[in-house]
């Protein structure tokens, strides 16, 4: 598996601004994603990004509120814009690696974000 | 319909007895299929994966698949209360996209 970590881990944001979550990977990977899960709740995909092209969003989602940058095979940034308190949540990178009879996603630590 | 179904729970289970987990899919063509952990205020962690019909074991865990029936199963032996955590599970369908479950809560008293 790949060691995936991910900065902040956690943050306490003001209304109105923005935070932009990085995550490295410390191997070259195809496809990473990004979720969010609320207090218990599950995981919701917010979109998948691959290097060298436009992330794609899942329904609900939009780039203008959360653009992703996904530079090269190691490293993505969500950032989480023009902040309201329905933002807070926990926010997870992942990524996809090839075991032997499938790929798998592994996950960062995760970002606790909370929005005063 | 829900595309990956587990009982919410919590299911609470003493210490040394057999803790069942289960889930049911509804994408007939789904090939993938895993298990995660996740302790409170952490991330998933992968501990079983399955990719054909039947049993795998791995330590103390056993996942078991059923794809005519579109479900499966979890079995933790011997839990410990370490085991305490929530349980995903999570469907491949096809494609890159992972449909992951809401989870069941297990509590395993000492």
């Known amino acids: 598996s790949a060691v995936i970590s991910q900065k902040p881990s956690r943050d306490i944001c003001q209304r109105g601004t923005s935070l932009t979550i990085q995550c490295q990977v410390d191997?070259?990977?195809?496809?990473m994603f990004w979720y969010r899960q609320q207090p218990g709740q599950s995981l919701t995909l917010i979109a998948t990004?691959?290097?060298?092209?436009?992330?794609?969003?899942e329904s609900g989602f939009v780039i203008d509120k959360f653009p992703i940058s996904r530079p090269n095979l190691t490293f993505s940034t969500l950032t989480v814009s023009n902040m309201s308190p329905e933002d807070s949540s926990i926010y997870l990178c992942s990524v996809e690696m090839g075991l032997a009879g499938g790929d798998t996603q592994y996950f960062g630590p995760g970002t606790r974000l909370t929005v005063l | 319909q829900k595309e990956v179904e587990q009982n919410s729970g919590p299911l609470s289970v003493p210490e040394g007895a057999i803790a069942s987990l289960n889930c049911t899919y509804s994408?007939?063509?789904?090939?993938?299929f895993f298990w995660y952990r996740q302790y409170s205020g952490k991330s998933p962690e992968l501990i079983m994966s399955?990719?054909?019909?039947g049993d795998k074991e791995d330590g103390r865990f056993t996942a078991q698949l059923n794809k005519a029936s579109q479900y499966v199963s979890l079995l933790i032996r011997d839990s410990q209360p370490s085991d305490s955590a929530t349980y995903l599970c999570?469907?491949?369908?096809?494609?890159?996209?992972?449909?992951f479950g809401a989870g069941t809560r297990l509590f395993v008293k000492a």
């Open positions: 994408d007939r063509g789904s090939q993938s």
């Open positions: 191997s070259q990977v195809t496809m």
């Open positions: 399955i990719y054909s019909n």
């Open positions: 999570a469907v491949r369908p096809g494609g890159f996209k992972t449909i």
């Open positions: 990004a691959n290097q060298g092209s436009e992330a794609t969003y």
